[in-house]
């Protein structure tokens, strides 16, 4: 049976003695050097340390040195994550280093090559990774977690005249760093099922740095996303639909926010309104494009919260139907859309039981 302790990383930092380093006057991280390095994950909405609760699979540590160089990427699978781990860092000279913590991304997202490539701390962690089934599309990431943190080596006390080895452990913390949207669409047409719709949502945010800050690339990020009918008939995004978060959450703009898509695919389009479609295409038809609220508020994405979307067709438009405009370009929010947004905790789904 397998043994089941507190994540922790060992981190061995072996040390090469840089020239001008004198022991006695100016300290240099001696060759057996040994820094503790305990990861813990902690929920964000609630501040409970959730490690054991296997919500994080698998970690990916990057150390950088004090210039910003990247030394290392170490790699925890499942079952490592249960052990305690000695990770060695070779030709390392500083007094200090940082980490760049990093939790379930191993096959969600693109991680950077590591410290063969020569990446810095100011270069690109993570992306967005190809969407397996959809063309031009990017995959949702999944729950990811996040941490960052100086590490300062602790200076040995001198023991007969000879610098002596200090452990002490040191605490990272990992925490969700994704935003979490929920979208609900009311007034879909009598009849309509999960299978005549899905979302399309365009975003300014491809991936992450190493400092866990959302990166704007320079063009637009499109994910594909299906939903299901809840058992009021209403479409709903899955309830794990994360996202980057906006760079600026709370100043968003029609450029930096999210725009949400309602899709239905050609074959919904031609059953229900014998409409003509593009042969070949099944991706071709706009039923609603949503960037604001009735109030004017854009869908801005927070880190560690929930943004809810409610859409509804008002009532004189019980059949919303539609095809891209010509040019491939998208038209403005449709007048006949009621849209509102509320941010809730992480966990919490907003319950749109008054409208």
Not at 70 to 82: G, Q, T, V, Y
Not at 115 to 128: I, K
Not at 161 to 177: H, S
Request: a negative charge; glycine letters at 8%; aromatic letters at 8%.
């Amino acid at each position: 049976m397998r043994r089941k302790t507190p994540i922790m990383a060992a981190i061995s930092l072996t040390a090469m003695i840089a020239s001008g380093c004198i022991e006695h006057e100016e300290w240099c991280p001696p060759p057996n050097y040994r820094e503790l390095i305990e990861l813990r994950a902690i929920d964000v909405a609630t501040g409970r340390d959730i490690t054991e609760s296997g919500r994080v699979v698998d970690a990916s540590l990057y150390v950088f040195d004090s210039n910003g160089k990247m030394l290392d990427c170490i790699e925890l699978n499942e079952e490592r994550l249960a052990d305690d781990i000695e990770i060695y860092l070779k030709d390392y000279t500083a007094d200090r280093f940082y980490i760049s913590a990093w939790g379930n991304i191993a096959g969600k997202v693109d991680m950077c090559d590591g410290p063969s490539t020569g990446n810095t701390m100011s270069g690109t962690a993570l992306n967005l990774a190809p969407h397996p089934e959809w063309d031009g599309y990017h995959a949702t990431p999944g729950e990811i977690f996040f941490g960052f943190k100086e590490i300062r080596l602790n200076v040995p006390p001198l023991v007969e005249g000879k610098q002596t080895t200090v452990t002490e452990r040191q605490r990272v913390e990992i925490t969700q760093n994704n935003a979490r949207l929920n979208i609900t669409v009311k007034g879909l047409p009598e009849g309509a099922t999960a299978e005549d719709y899905y979302f399309r949502l365009c975003r300014q945010n491809s991936g992450y740095d190493f400092h866990g800050n959302p990166i704007v690339p320079d063009d637009v990020v499109e994910i594909h996303e299906t939903g299901g009918m809840n058992t009021r008939g209403d479409f709903v995004s899955p309830e794990a639909f994360h996202l980057i978060p906006s760079a600026d959450p709370d100043n968003v703009t029609i450029e930096t926010g999210a725009t949400v898509h309602l899709m239905q695919t050609a074959e919904s389009v031609a059953r229900r309104r014998s409409a003509q479609t593009r042969v070949g295409e099944d991706d071709v038809n706009l039923t609603g494009m949503v960037t604001e609220d009735m109030y004017g508020n854009y869908i801005s994405l927070h880190p560690g919260k929930t943004t809810n979307v409610l859409i509804t067709f008002k009532e004189d438009d019980k059949d919303p139907g539609g095809t891209d405009p010509p040019g491939g370009t998208d038209p403005p929010q449709r007048a006949d859309l009621e849209v509102r947004i509320v941010v809730t905790e992480w966990e919490e789904v907003y319950q749109w039981s008054t409208w």
